[in-house]
């Protein structure tokens, strides 16, 4: 069972930047897939962020590219998620999950708690 676990949200404001961190338990994480994803309120989930087992394949949504970007450690079994120029817009709960592919995030595990982004006017 793989389990996921965000931090690093928190409130800023706009133009601000934050760096969100996914810890991810057992030992498929050097071979798997990672994604970003965010729910704002009344909102469904949508895809923010996307990196191949070995960082170099990257894929992002239109509305963050040029401000956010996804790295990860394979060594310490965590994805990264810098997060710069935000926006209001951006406010939202943030999660990782392991998917399929780059182009096709269907996540593979259940959802962790989440961590929480508020970029203030």
């Known amino acids: 069972q793989v389990q996921l676990v965000e931090s690093g949200g928190g409130l800023v404001q706009t133009g601000g930047s934050l760096r969100l961190s996914c810890v991810v338990s057992g030992r498929t994480f050097s071979s798997s897939t990672m994604g970003w994803f965010r729910q704002a309120p009344g909102k469904d989930r949508e895809f923010v962020a996307a990196?191949?087992?070995?960082?170099?394949?990257?894929g992002y949504a239109d509305s963050v590219k040029g401000r956010f970007t996804i790295s990860r450690d394979n060594a310490k079994n965590t994805v990264f998620l810098q997060m710069n120029s935000l926006k209001p817009e951006d406010t939202a709960v943030y999660y990782c999950n392991r998917i399929s592919a780059i182009f096709d995030a269907r996540p593979l595990d259940s959802w962790g708690q989440g961590t929480q982004v508020t970029v203030s006017s």
């Open positions: 990196s191949g087992w070995g960082g170099r394949s990257t």
